[in-house]
């Protein structure tokens, strides 16, 4: 393999503690990934720089988050409980030639553990403070030797670490769940069926939100002093954060001749989720944020394996049919004017590849990978943003757009690696490849203040280099991996803050900023030093600059 990948094993995530896929952050180096502001369940993940920071409908990740060979298209319900796994993976740098569109920066795979011949199974159960108890439980049910079962569930409930001096409720409380559901079918020796299912609640009380300084008197006349705790708030509001997410998947592999496979996963997921948010945290209604987003995706996928002798051959063809809709609200009525604003719209997107990656054995110490990937979507959009009398949003005061429209993007991504294995420990490694990440829509667009805000994103791309080396010593106890990259990007989407009076806080726009260099190195290690005992480690540098960035018609780049 000539990617910078870091595989972590179940075993080890639960070593570590870890809960979900955001304990990566401490594992993998150049990642930085996190729990979502605005949602729970929601990650926040970037892959040497590049990524996604606004979760808002339309918007697409730069990281892709799999879960059973599934693309998850939304950050929402993408934070993924690790609950039963068999390994994590983190592919870094582009991976569009086999994962597709939005892997520019890299991929998360999540591979859950497939069940086993034996009967058994597993509880856990978790006290601490705070009345945390959490539940878990794992059972293997084979039915007879051609159908294999396993079950997981789990159930984390925890009091607030925080309280709301105003409703004396609750703040930073957890109250999730999760179960997963697959099944090994085997009718013939040649063909294999998988069924795979997940769901996630969360009704997780919000997060504390300790503010800084105290507001100007005409924001704030009572100058409610800071709150004295860090997970206090003294919001008016009826604060939520509820997420619900599902999806199940199928996939038939048919060893239909010795050396030949076919494969295909069908899948589909759907998902709600909820927010109202205080930005202001007093008890007075100053700003509340009030979010509703719905998605749902399907997608199929058929693949063709040929494991020959010297030539190894993946190709396939990927189709994908998704539609997210959301409904935000802004309420600020102690802004002049009173401020009420709606966002209602949807984006609706479809995408087709056909990709083919040939890996040929040059002697005995060469290998050379050799892949494309041709993409096609097309977006579909509609939006109705306005301003409203009052709370109520009955009344509209000013259309701010109102508009249906349509763009399509395509994009080649191809990669070319050549590797060379001096010796049985140490493999040596150059790759090129590209990455693209599709073009979408400001969902908040306003026509009537800035008119540009309409207009579709172009495509994001990069062009990657990379050296590596993979080594292996003292009979395998000691690993030890080194790359060296260089990404160029084109067309970066940004999530930004347009600077303008009329706006106190700012016009939340989305623009393609222009062209820019993301470049480091990194080393990760694994040494056993003993049979209980085992030390891991990373590095990780990163430099990144804009080369290029157009803000008012100047380029405003360093």
């Known amino acids: 393999v000539t990617d910078a990948v870091t595989a972590v094993t179940g075993a080890e995530l639960e070593s570590r503690g870890a809960q979900d896929i955001s304990a990566l952050n401490a594992i993998a180096p150049n990642l930085v990934i996190y729990p979502a502001r605005a949602f729970n369940g929601s990650v926040t993940a970037y892959i040497r720089g590049i990524g996604q920071f606004d979760p808002i409908w339309g918007v697409e990740p730069g990281v892709g988050i799999y879960i059973d060979d599934v693309y998850m298209a939304r950050p929402q319900g993408a934070l993924l409980d690790v609950l039963d796994v068999a390994r994590v993976e983190v592919l870094r740098g582009p991976q569009g030639t086999l994962y597709g569109r939005n892997t520019l920066a890299g991929a998360i795979k999540l591979v859950p553990r497939e069940p086993g011949e034996d009967l058994g199974g597993k509880v856990a159960l978790t006290l601490g403070n705070y009345a945390r108890h959490d539940e878990k439980l794992v059972l293997n049910l084979p039915v007879n030797e051609h159908l294999r079962t396993r079950l997981a569930l789990a159930k984390y409930d925890r009091d607030g670490y925080g309280r709301n001096l105003t409703t004396g409720g609750e703040v930073s409380a957890r109250d999730a769940g999760i179960a997963r559901l697959s099944a090994t079918w085997t009718p013939a020796p040649d063909v294999e069926v998988r069924l795979a299912w997940d769901r996630y609640r969360d009704r997780s009380g919000p997060p504390g939100a300790r503010r800084l300084a105290v507001p100007p008197r005409a924001i704030d006349p009572d100058q409610t002093p800071l709150d004295p705790g860090s997970h206090d708030v003294r919001s008016d509001a009826p604060e939520k954060l509820d997420l619900d997410n599902e999806g199940a998947s199928l996939t038939v592999d048919w060893a239909f001749r010795p050396q030949w496979r076919l494969r295909s996963i069908s899948a589909w997921r759907h998902g709600n989720s909820q927010s109202v948010l205080d930005m202001d945290s007093l008890a007075r209604p100053i700003w509340v944020l009030e979010r509703d987003f719905r998605e749902r995706q399907r997608s199929q996928e058929f693949q063709l394996h040929v494991d020959g002798d010297g030539i190894d051959l993946v190709a396939g063809l990927y189709l994908f049919d998704g539609v997210e809709a959301g409904d935000g609200r802004s309420i600020r009525p102690r802004i002049l004017p009173p401020n009420f604003y709606r966002a209602d719209g949807s984006v609706h997107t479809r995408s087709e590849a056909l990709y083919a990656q040939l890996t040929r054995r040059l002697g005995t110490r060469w290998e050379l990978d050799a892949g494309l990937r041709y993409t096609r979507e097309r977006k579909s959009a509609t939006a109705f943003n306005a301003s409203y009398r009052d709370a109520t949003f009955s009344s509209v005061t000013r259309v701010l757009a109102d508009f249906t429209d349509h763009a399509r993007y395509s994009a080649p991504t191809p990669r070319l690696a050549l590797s060379w294995h001096a010796s049985d420990q140490l493999m040596l490694y150059a790759q090129a490849s590209r990455g693209f990440k599709g073009g979408s829509y400001n969902v908040r667009a306003n026509a009537v203040d800035f008119p540009d805000s309409v207009h579709p994103l172009a495509a994001e791309t990069v062009t990657a280099y990379e050296l590596g080396a993979k080594s292996e010593w003292l009979s395998g106890r000691l690993q030890a991996n080194a790359a060296l990259f260089r ?42 030093l003993g049979m209980h005992f085992e030390w891991t480690g990373d590095v990780g540098y990163l430099d990144t600059r804009y080369d290029r960035y157009i803000d008012n018609g100047i380029n405003v780049a360093g």
Request: hydrophobic share 35%; proline share 7%; aromatic share 12%.
């Open 487 to 528: 990404n160029d990007y084109r067309n970066i989407q940004l999530s930004v803050l347009a600077d303008d009076p009329r706006f106190p806080a700012g016009f939340p726009d989305f623009r393609n900023a222009g062209s820019g260099v993301s470049q480091g190195a990194e080393l990760e290690w694994r040494a056993r």
